[in-house]
């Protein structure tokens, strides 16, 4: 597939385009997902305004190969696209069609096997453990099972990052508050995770991931332990959070339904995008 919703994808996207001397104008038509708008020296013009376009992550044909004992797995087979600040993009497909690997790869928490994967510009396959460390710092993650510690309060578990990275308790404290209000969860700081249910679980963890300001949150099957009503409340926060802080956010899913709630679906299928698709909203 092309992977060109992104600006970084101008240079495929430039039928009928007119260019001035000294300012790269150009008006998208067959682009996908910018069809219709006019890019001007990174700046969308929307019909709510100019937007500023910034890419994030940039992928090109990555793969990774697990070794299993003698035998070779290829859970990724040459995946490429790019996403910009403030997308909102699903990752959808069946059990054991890579998703998860992928997502692991643009969060930093493993390397590929082969290909390019750029994380704020940044060529994460050629960084040493500590700078891999370092950009995992721009990443915020959710995972199906909260990934909690039960015998910590919300307001503990959310405060958690702050603390292991060495922020002064005073500036914790505040931006713990706030994170909780975020999540609509300031009523419930002090229980205890096993005292929450399952969606107040998960809007700990997605407080607890943004917490340390990431610039992109990835979230691997976020609503795969929540009943639908609750699934339903749990993308409208992250649709909320999308919108108010112009976070960008991967969310890995089973779900068509959450899928098509988002921007945009990456359909996955052995190791390979299969389709890129803009959903209708
Ligand atoms: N650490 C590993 N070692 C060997 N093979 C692995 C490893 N992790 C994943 N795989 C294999 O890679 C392929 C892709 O796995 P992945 O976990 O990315 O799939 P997935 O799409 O997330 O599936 P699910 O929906 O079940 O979570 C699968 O065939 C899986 O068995
Ligand atoms: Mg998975």
Redesign the pocket.
């Known amino acids: 597939m092309s992977g060109t919703s992104g600006i970084s994808g101008r240079a495929d996207s430039r039928d009928n385009c007119c260019q001035t001397t000294n300012t790269k104008r150009y008006t998208f038509v067959n682009h996908q997902s910018l069809k219709g708008l006019t890019y001007c020296n990174g700046q969308i013009k929307t019909q709510f305004g100019v937007k500023t376009l910034t890419t994030v992550l940039e992928v090109q044909d990555l793969t990774k190969t697990?070794q299993?004992g003698s035998v070779p797995?290829e859970?990724l087979r040459g995946v490429s696209f790019t996403v910009d600040q403030g997308d909102l993009v699903s990752i959808l497909?069946?059990?054991?069609?890579?998703?998860?690997?992928?997502l692991n790869l643009v969060g930093a928490l493993d390397r590929p096997t082969a290909g390019t994967l750029l994380i704020n510009g940044v060529d994460v396959s050629k960084l040493s453990d500590n700078e891999l460390a370092e950009a995992r710092k721009n990443v915020g993650f959710v995972f199906q099972f909260f990934n909690l510690i039960p015998r910590l309060n919300a307001r503990d578990n959310i405060e958690l990052p702050l603390a292991i990275a060495g922020v002064p308790k005073k500036e914790r404290k505040a931006r713990t508050v706030e994170a909780l209000k975020s999540v609509g969860l300031e009523d419930r700081m002090d229980h205890k995770s096993s005292e929450l249910s399952g969606g107040e679980r998960q809007r700990v963890a997605v407080a607890r991931a943004l917490i340390t300001k990431p610039s992109f949150l990835l979230m691997d099957e976020p609503t795969g332990n929540l009943d639908s009503k609750t699934a339903q409340e749990m993308m409208d926060l992250v649709i909320e959070l999308n919108k108010s802080l112009n976070m960008t956010v991967i969310i890995?899913t089973?779900n068509k339904a959450v899928a098509l709630r988002t921007r945009r679906t990456f359909s996955?299928l052995d190791g390979l995008i299969a389709s890129d698709e803009v959903n209708g909203q």
């Open positions: 697990y299993l797995v859970a497909g069946p059990s054991g069609s890579g998703k998860s690997t992928l890995v089973h996955m």
